[in-house]
């Protein structure tokens, strides 16, 4: 069992990373040629917003989602069960980089804001033996929206996720990969808002004072609040991208 603050700071939030179910549902609308029964494995669902969205719109899918957290997807699977989709999802505590499943097994590879955790060029290569030939990857990735970053949203960036690259550098990594790009698109800021900072926002102002005096608590609390206010300054020059792409 996996210990840690960050997890039960992100615990009860209606999801634990920037989305929308708006945006889930464009990204699955780009794909095509689907088979009759659609296997989905979902990699880093959390609580699972986008699992139990992608299940409703998709009445033919088996989805297997896998979270390193528990408590995500006990929760994921009470939320499923509240919204008549729960035989449509069956989930697996499993760390991303070592799944227990066979090649080739699945239609669709979901994955919203968790690849990072890997890293954007080993997921793609790693995730890429459990895709059917043609099968989908569809993934969203922080990614800067200019070659000129401000100082200050350069350095937070690079300090935290030195992986972070243009648009164009992403499509490099994707096709060097193996995969085809279908289409991408930004996700909006509101996508960031409504969902996710919005609510976690509330959330820290509720734990900080149950925290006080855990120092890996309070790092992980002033790092989200300098990443919101970060966000919140320099939206227009970074972003998740959403990529729909397919195995070659
Ligand atoms: C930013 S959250 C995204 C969650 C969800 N997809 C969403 O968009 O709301 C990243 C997720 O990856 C999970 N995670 C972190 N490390 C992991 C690992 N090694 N294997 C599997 N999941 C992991 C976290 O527990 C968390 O739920």
């Known amino acids: 069992m996996v210990a840690s603050a960050i997890f039960e700071i992100f615990d009860g939030l209606p999801r634990q990373g920037p989305g929308s179910n708006k945006c889930t549902e464009k990204a699955f609308s780009m794909l095509s040629h689907l088979p009759a029964n659609i296997k989905i494995l979902d990699i880093g669902c959390g609580s699972g917003m986008q699992t139990i969205h992608l299940a409703g719109i998709c009445d033919n899918c088996h989805i297997t989602a896998v979270d390193v957290y528990q408590p995500y997807l006990d929760s994921l699977m009470e939320k499923a069960a509240y919204e008549g989709v729960a035989d449509r999802i069956s989930t697996v505590c ?3 980089d070592y799944l227990p499943f ?24 790693y995730w890429k033996q459990f895709l059917k030939k043609g099968g989908f990857m569809v993934l969203t990735e922080t990614s800067w929206f200019t ?7 350069f350095q937070f960036w690079n300090k935290c996720y030195p992986d972070i690259a243009v648009i164009a550098q992403n499509e490099k990594r994707i096709e060097s990969a193996g995969y ?20 976690l926002g509330k959330r820290l102002d509720q734990i900080e004072d149950k ?34 792409l397919q195995k070659q």
């Open 211 to 244: 925290f006080k005096g855990n120092s890996e608590a309070e790092s992980i609390i002033e790092f989200v609040k300098k990443e919101m206010d970060i966000f919140s300054q320099y939206s227009d020059e970074y972003g998740y991208v959403f990529f729909v």
């Open 180 to 199: 085809t790009i279908i289409d991408r698109f930004k996700i909006p800021a509101s996508a960031w808002w409504d969902d996710y900072y919005n609510p």
């Open 102 to 125: 066979r090649d080739n097994e699945f239609d669709i590879i979901w994955s919203e804001g968790a690849i990072f955790v890997m890293g954007f060029e080993k997921g793609l290569s």
């Open 94 to 96: 499993v760390s991303m």
């Open 147 to 153: 070659d000129c970053p401000s100082e200050e949203v």
